[in-house]
C-alpha cells in the first residue's frame, strides 16, 4: 500500500505571497493531520481533519488554514508568508478517528520564504 | 508548557549494546504514546507506541515501558545498530489525533 504523499517536496516562496502544500493519506485512511517542524520550534500541530471536517486545531494564526476533499486529500494554506514561516511541513494519515491511533507521516514539504 | 519532554538531546551507544532513550509527560490524562525514528528533512517513521492500559510493548528488537505513576516512559533498543542512527521523537496523542511531541533525542550507534 503507498505511503502518504506530499506535493511539492520543495518549495521557494518570497514574503507577502501564499502557498498552497497537497498531502494524499494513505488508501482507506479518513483522517488527516499537519504539523510544522522549525529548529526553534520542534514539531508543532497545525490541524486535523476528518470527513472533510476541522476537529482540531493548533496555536497558529490564521493565515494558516487547510481543508480535506471527500476523497479524503487535504491541503493547507498559508497566506501572507512571513520569514518565520520556513519550514519542513509534514502531513500524517490515521485510519481511525479516535485517540488511540496511529498517524503515519509523509516525507514533508520543505517551505523556504525569502 | 512542553507536555511531553525528553532531557537527552543526544546518546551515543556502541553497536550490539542496548539504548535507552527516555521521555516524561505532564498530563495524566494522555493515554497514548508513541515513538517515531527521524532523518532530516524526511518525515517520522513510526516505530512502536503505547496505550496507557499496558506497561510494556514490545515489537522486535523495540520494548517501550510506560511508568504512569511516575508518567515516564522508555524506549529499548536490542541490539542497537549502526542504522538506528537517528532522531528519535516520543509523542503522546492528545485526543482528535492531536500529536504533542517531545524535542527529540540524537541516537548515534557507533561500529
Known amino acids: 500500500k503507498a505511503g502518504v504523499t506530499q506535493t511539492p517536496r520543495y518549495l521557494i516562496k518570497t514574503r507577502g505571497q501564499q502557498v498552497t502544500l497537497s498531502c494524499s493519506p494513505i488508501?482507506?485512511?479518513?483522517?488527516v493531520s499537519w504539523y510544522q517542524q522549525t529548529p526553534g520550534q520542534g514539531l508543532q500541530f497545525l490541524f486535523e481533519y476528518f470527513s472533510e471536517t476541522q476537529r482540531n486545531k493548533g496555536n497558529f494564526p490564521g493565515r494558516f488554514s487547510g481543508r480535506q476533499f471527500s476523497n479524503s486529500r487535504s491541503e493547507m494554506n498559508v497566506s501572507t508568508l512571513e520569514l518565520g514561516d520556513s519550514a519542513l511541513y509534514l502531513c500524517?494519515?490515521?485510519?481511525?478517528?479516535?485517540?488511540?491511533?496511529?498517524?503515519?507521516f509523509g516525507p514533508g514539504t520543505r517551505l523556504t520564504v525569502l | 508548557d512542553q507536555q511531553v519532554k525528553q532531557n537527552s538531546p543526544s546518546l551515543s551507544v556502541q553497536e550490539g549494546r542496548i539504548s535507552i532513550l527516555n521521555c516524561d509527560y505532564t498530563n495524566s490524562m494522555f493515554d497514548y504514546f508513541l515513538w517515531y525514528k527521524k532523518y532530516p528533512a524526511e518525515g517520522p517513521t513510526f516505530l512502536i507506541s503505547?496505550?496507557?492500559?499496558?506497561d510494556k510493548n514490545e515489537d522486535g528488537r523495540f520494548t517501550v515501558f510506560l511508568n504512569k505513576s511516575a508518567k515516564h516512559l522508555s524506549l529499548h533498543i536490542v541490539p542497537s545498530q549502526p542504522g538506528d542512527s537517528a532522531v528519535y521523537f516520543c509523542?503522546?496523542?492528545?485526543?482528535?489525533?492531536?500529536?504533542?511531541f517531545g524535542t527529540g533525542t540524537r541516537l548515534l550507534v557507533s561500529p
Open positions: 509523542a503522546a496523542n492528545t485526543g482528535f489525533q492531536k500529536l504533542v
Open positions: 500524517a494519515s490515521s485510519v481511525l478517528a479516535g485517540s488511540a491511533d496511529t498517524q503515519y
Open positions: 503505547i496505550s496507557s492500559i499496558k
Open positions: 488508501s482507506g485512511h479518513r483522517s
